[in-house]
């Protein structure tokens, strides 16, 4: 009875210990594949040239700016670069910014017999052009237009929510355009 206990005890535990390495493999392969198989922009560096800002807003230029280097600072493998020595050169153009009313709210009390209503809630799209091109060659392998959108509420004092709504808006077309680099990538890439 021991001898069996002890037989099936030990089968036990080599099937637990190759279940283990196996599980450990994985974890430790598919990652590395997950990013090899599409996952970063087979370029290893980029630069972001001008800036056309065709709004009335001037701040959006720098943070267009900063949402272009931090979204390439969280790609794996791609590093930001002087036009020389880029492999992808991009340029962006604002060609819109526009703020919408989303929610409203009633402001009169149940009493009253006229209904009035006040915006609470504004959501500001921004457009953009892009156009990118690989470093030494004339055509451009994509051009897009872009929208990136944000919320913001109504305060008496439109310029507290609207530079916080400009970051996210330009964080969210700034995201997009990665994609559609990549995707503009392996599109120019295949036959």
Request: hydrophobic fraction near 40%.
């Amino acid at each position: 009875m021991k001898e069996a206990m002890a037989k099936h005890t030990g089968a036990k535990t080599m099937r637990r210990t190759i279940l283990a390495l196996a599980i450990g493999l994985m974890a430790f392969l598919c990652p590395s594949c997950r990013y090899h198989l599409g996952q970063a922009l087979t370029a290893r560096s980029c630069c972001l040239t001008a800036i056309r800002n065709d709004s009335t807003e001037a701040a959006l230029t720098p943070l267009l700016r900063q949402a272009f280097q931090t979204e390439a600072s969280r790609r794996p493998g791609l590093r930001l670069a002087a036009e020389d020595a880029a492999e992808v050169v991009v340029e962006l153009k604002v060609t819109g910014l526009s703020s919408r009313t989303i929610a409203r709210s009633e402001i009169r009390d149940d009493g009253d017999k006229d209904e009035a209503y006040q915006s609470v809630l504004h959501r500001l799209t921004l457009t953009l052009e892009a156009t990118a091109w690989r470093s030494g060659e004339d055509a451009p392998f994509l051009t897009t237009t872009l929208q990136g959108q944000a919320d913001m509420p109504r305060l008496p004092d439109r310029e507290m929510t609207l530079r916080p709504a400009m970051r996210l808006a330009a964080n969210d077309a700034i995201r997009q355009l990665f994609v559609e680099l990549q995707a503009g990538e392996e599109g120019a890439a295949q036959p």
